[in-house]
């Protein structure tokens, strides 16, 4: 805040400085273009609207399968997936039911496909397609029919 004097009149220049007028006008503009960004930047259908962590660090890790449909995985049965970075995959596959238990352990890779809305996952030369609904870092919904039918959507959470 500047007083002024000139003539017994005193000025108060705060109010009327076009500086801070311009720089309120900046914050305001700065503001509106970054909600904007923020708001567009959802890639897939169920989230997240904006993510720090690149795809490809999202994706890669150690995730278990929750469920797939309406199939809760449980202490029965599990399923558990680990994407490396470098585009390799693991997947193993325990079960125990009346007194018999297994266990079934795959390799393969992975990849994104269509822009990064899809996984393309190949294992033993077999590759599945997944359509991303969801895509955490500790959450990722996966949709097992990418046609114009819904498929059942696994759900995996990271370990």
């Not at 029965?76 to 470098?86: A, G, L, Q, V």
């Amino acid at each position: 805040m500047h007083f002024y004097r000139k003539k017994n009149i005193y000025l108060y220049i705060y109010k009327n400085n076009p500086m801070k007028k311009f720089k309120n006008l900046t914050y305001f503009t700065l503001a509106g273009v970054t909600s904007m960004g923020i708001s567009s930047c959802g890639k897939y259908e169920d989230g997240p609207g904006f993510s720090l962590l690149s795809k490809k660090a999202r994706v890669a890790g150690d995730w278990e399968v929750k469920s797939i449909g309406s199939q809760v995985m449980g202490g029965n049965y599990s399923i558990n997936m680990t994407f490396e970075k470098s585009g390799s995959l693991f997947t193993t596959s325990s079960y125990s039911y009346g007194g018999n238990s297994g266990s079934y352990s795959y390799a393969g890779t992975w990849d994104f496909i269509s822009d990064k809305e899809q996984l393309a996952l190949n294992i033993d030369g077999s590759v599945q397609l997944f359509e991303i609904k969801r895509l955490k870092n500790n959450e990722m919904w996966l949709d097992d029919d990418i046609s114009a039918l819904d498929g059942d959507i696994w759900k995996l959470e990271s370990k």
